[in-house]
């Protein structure tokens, strides 16, 4: 594991100082002002240059515990959505359409062989499905390995591209069972506290998915205090590997605009992997999820938008690029106050 760097202190200052001589009243971009700082100091330059290329990941996987009612919908939703995505007609294909986003999709353990979609999508694949958390570990210790490392190898290739902003995006159903997990595991909470409704399960089936969640926890016990043994405990081959990937980018100093609770639980849990990690992170919106606000404190990002989405598939971190690229704007193109005035 390499140290995190933190993003650049002495541009991160420049950038604050150019930000409050713009010619704008003192404060009066908000947190505009504060994200195009951010930006400035991950890219180490200021005035930041312009997020020409921004590219979203979709990590997809099954989980054994969506056979157990913790869903609103069958498991077969997972690889028909990953077609879906290769043909660019998914929510996020939309939004990314609209904005100007790349999208990749990487089935890392959708249970199904993926008949007749491009090799590269399961060029990462770890396994078909992971295990039903409440009664047996989601993986191996070597598959769990594995997995962080494809998500590695895949931030590195996305960085190889060009990328200058990396977004994480997730498809398979049943994944807000073991995210929520994770993030009762990093934060010491019981089920009750972080279990949301996902999909959108009725009053009894969330009842009986808390009971699922609390009894994966229950069973994982002390390995809970590690983050890499909770993700083979009670996490998948998908989550795994998107921890992977954002350690990745944090390490080599790529900014991420992180989604909704797959995505931020990931986050958390490479931030207990390598503390500092979330420095190179921004929240895109707040899900409904209750995990994934509880999630966003304890990291300290404020969600640019918040929009009641609960979609999942990186559709909150791509709507959340507009905002990020108007912030960069400003930062660069406003003329300072000094300059407009005559000189004394
Ligand atoms: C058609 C459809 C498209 C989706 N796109 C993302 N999700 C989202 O919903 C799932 C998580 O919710 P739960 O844990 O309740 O199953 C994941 O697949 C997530 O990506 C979808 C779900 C469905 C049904
Ligand atoms: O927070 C999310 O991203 C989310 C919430 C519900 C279902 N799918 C995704």
Not at 25 to 44: F, K
Not at 287 to 315: F, I, N, W, Y
Request: with cysteine.
């Amino acid at each position: 594991m390499n140290a995190i760097v933190a993003p650049d202190p002495a541009v991160r200052n420049a950038a604050a100082e150019r930000l409050a001589g713009l010619a704008t009243p003192a404060g009066a971009l908000g947190r505009l002002g504060e994200l195009g700082v951010w930006v400035a100091a991950t890219q180490g330059q200021c005035p930041p240059a312009p997020l020409d290329n921004v590219r979203l990941v979709i990590f997809a996987g099954d989980h054994g515990v969506a056979q157990h009612g913790v869903s609103a919908y069958p498991p077969a939703i997972t690889p028909a959505m990953v077609r879906t995505f290769v043909l660019g007609k998914a929510g996020v294909s939309a939004l990314a359409g609209a904005h100007g986003v790349h999208v990749r999709v990487l089935d890392i353990g959708v249970d199904d062989d993926l008949e007749g979609v491009p090799a590269d999508v399961q060029a990462h694949k770890v396994r078909r499905g992971s295990g039903a958390i409440h009664v047996e570990d989601a993986l191996s210790a070597e598959e769990t390995a594995a997995a962080i490392e494809a998500g590695r190898a895949v931030a590195r290739e996305e960085i190889a591209a060009g990328a200058q902003l990396l977004l994480s995006g997730d498809m398979g159903i049943g994944n807000t069972t073991p995210a929520s997990a994770m993030v009762a595991a990093a934060l010491g909470l019981p089920a009750t506290e972080v279990t949301g409704r996902g999909t959108g399960v009725d009053d009894a089936a969330l009842e009986h998915k808390q009971v699922v969640v609390q009894q994966a926890l229950d069973r994982a016990g002390d390995r809970l205090a590690d983050p890499v043994q909770t993700l083979q405990a009670v996490g998948s081959a998908d989550l795994a590997a998107t921890v992977g990937y954002l350690l990745q980018a944090a390490e080599s100093g790529v900014p991420v605009l992180l989604d909704g609770l797959m995505s931020v639980a990931c986050a958390l849990t490479a931030d207990r992997i390598a503390p500092g990690a979330a420095a190179w992170f921004a929240a895109g919106h707040r899900s409904t999820e209750p995990a994934q606000s509880l999630a966003l404190e304890k990291l300290g990002l404020e969600p640019v938008l918040d929009l009641g989405l609960r979609l999942g598939e990186g559709s909150g971190a791509v709507a959340a690029v507009p905002v990020v690229r108007s912030a960069v704007a400003l930062l660069r193109d406003v003329a300072l106050l000094a300059d407009l005035m005559p000189p004394a």
